[in-house]
């Protein structure tokens, strides 16, 4: 259930998604408060669950990742033993950054990183073989065109 937020969370939220390695008494300056509000509201962000957790954004292909690809899986089988082998399956393959369920013509949607074609071939394998996939659908990231972790906060109404 979403908490209700005011403008000082909402801009606080902002600055965070900007920023979130920033200094507190910097992020009072911005928000306009004192450190010691800031610090009280951004922990009350954190334990309402609006922050889930502030982790450090590494750049794949920096990080030796050249190879980035989005991944349209369908299950073989569609019952919660195949559900649950596929969850347990991608639990222990380090090389999918997300996984999600969805709707439409595949089962879930991957977000894959590899060292290279090898590497990015033996997690497809896995995925057919341990997982239980019955097809795949392989998309290659070109570019990236927009950044996908902030929320847009400021278009709330």
């Known amino acids: 259930m979403a908490i209700q937020l005011d403008d000082v969370d909402l801009r606080l939220l902002e600055e965070l998604q900007r920023d979130a390695d920033r200094p507190n008494v910097e992020l009072a300056r911005l928000v306009e408060l004192?450190?010691?509000?800031?610090?009280?509201?951004?922990?009350?962000?954190?334990?309402?669950?609006?922050?889930?957790?502030?982790?450090?954004?590494?750049?794949?292909?920096?990080?030796?990742?050249?190879?980035?690809?989005?991944?349209?899986?369908?299950l073989k089988d569609h019952d919660d033993a195949a559900n649950r082998r596929f969850s347990q399956a991608i639990a222990k393959m380090p090389e999918v950054v997300s996984a999600d369920w969805v709707t439409g013509e595949t089962d879930e949607l991957l977000w894959v990183v590899a060292q290279d074609v090898g590497q990015l071939q033996r997690v497809l394998v896995?995925?057919?073989?341990?997982?239980?996939?019955?097809?795949?659908?392989?998309?290659?990231?070109?570019?990236?065109l927009k950044r996908r972790t902030a929320l847009p906060l400021e278009t709330r109404a």
């Open 34 to 74: 004192s450190p010691a509000a800031t610090l009280h509201r951004v922990r009350r962000l954190k334990e309402s669950g609006v922050i889930s957790r502030i982790t450090a954004e590494v750049d794949a292909t920096t990080a030796g990742f050249p190879l980035q690809v989005w991944v349209a899986v369908t």
């Open 126 to 144: 896995r995925l057919s073989t341990r997982g239980g996939a019955q097809r795949l659908i392989t998309l290659l990231r070109l570019e990236e």
